[in-house]
């Protein structure tokens, strides 16, 4: 049977979760389209890593190479190389992450193969692929049909489809590793951490995000001590970061981070389109805004008309109160 290949992505042990998104899309895809779907896992010592992924593929390609412990371009595009001519899969999906943005342009140009990037949708019609990329920063959702092939590859943008649990108890195959040298184009140096109270606001389960409605620098520690009761983080729109008001890497949006945190409560957030398709699915999303025509109502799940300022003491009391005063 014609397989379907989807690259898992992980770092320091943990498989991420843009691996567990396209393995959801790409079972659909592959019972559509009778293809058989194929996790490939890279890196050293990481079995344990291809019995999660064997619970949502028929199988799992492994990889094991010392090599291959820490992420470079060049050895997995060195590694899928061998694997894609071997086994032809008729279709391979990556990360749209800063791996599969280093890997896949390379990988594709060594193969020939038509490449499609940070698509939020991809599907078969007439044995030909069509993949939806969104343009003039999110305002158009465009489908493009690539040219026939008889191999393609795609990558996928983080939080575009849902994650579903899966048991299909797949077969782990363990492949030789076809490198035989040492990569010397290039290597891995180290890994650099979020610097100390650095934030990685994708892997946050409760978010508090801030837009104009702030209005002022000074009003942020209110709201980030509701972040704090929550046990979350703050997060913001592109204004708060153009006054030079939170880091860029707390910005939400096209052109700062997709996240889907299992809470999102936007706080004087118009809701510009832009910002949206950074949160959207997010699975619970609640919205104080003063204007009852925000457009942050139109995909919030509960709304609270009203000042943010009158909202969040009493909402951050409450979330004490609950927890017995504790902080």
């Known amino acids: 049977m014609v ?14 979760d843009i691996t567990f998104e396209m393995l959801t899309k790409g079972k659909e895809l592959a019972e559509k389209a009778n293809m058989e779907l194929a996790a490939v896992l890279l890196g050293r010592e990481v079995k344990e890593q291809a019995k999660i992924l064997s619970e949502y593929a028929k199988k ?17 595009r060195m590694v899928l190389s061998h694997l894609i001519k071997e086994r032809n ?6 990360g749209h992450t800063s791996f599969g943005m280093d890997l896949a342009p390379s990988l594709a140009a060594s193969l020939d193969m038509p490449l499609a990037t940070d698509c939020i949708d991809i599907t078969f019609e007439n044995n030909t692929l069509i993949v939806t990329r969104q343009m003039y920063g999110g305002k158009v959702n465009v489908k493009a049909k690539l040219r026939q ?30 490198l035989s040298e040492e990569i010397i184009t290039k290597r ?3 890994y650099v951490p979020p610097p100390p109270g650095g934030v990685d606001i994708t892997a946050a389960e409760v978010l508090v995000g801030i837009g104009r409605g702030i209005k002022d620098e000074s ?17 913001c729109s592109r204004p708060i970061v153009d006054k030079g008001w939170l880091p860029n890497d707390r910005q939400v949006g096209t052109s700062g981070k997709t996240v889907k945190p299992k809470l999102y409560i936007a706080l ?16 619970l999303i609640i919205a104080v805004n003063k204007d009852p025509k925000a457009p942050i109502f ?16 009493q909402l951050k009391d409450k979330i004490y109160e609950l927890k017995g005063g504790k902080t």
């Open 3 to 16: 397989e379907m290949f989807v690259l898992a992505e992980h770092r320091r042990g943990e498989i991420r």
């Open 149 to 178: 092939a008889k191999s393609y590859l795609v990558t996928v943008r983080q939080a575009a489809f849902q994650a579903e649990e899966s048991s299909m108890k797949g077969e782990i195959i363990e492949v030789p590793s076809p």
């Open 89 to 94: 899969p008729r279709l391979t999906l990556i």
């Open 219 to 235: 009003n942020i520690p209110l709201v980030e001590d509701l972040a704090k009761a929550l046990g979350g983080v703050l997060a």
């Open 60 to 76: 799992v390609l492994l990889v094991e190479d010392e090599k291959l412990e820490n992420f470079n371009s060049e050895a997995y």
């Open 268 to 283: 004087g957030i118009s809701g510009a389109f832009q910002h949206v398709l950074g949160m959207k699915n997010s699975d």
């Open 298 to 313: 139109s995909v919030a799940d509960y709304g609270v008309v009203d000042d943010l300022f009158k909202i969040v003491p």
């Open 188 to 190: 891995f140096v180290e």
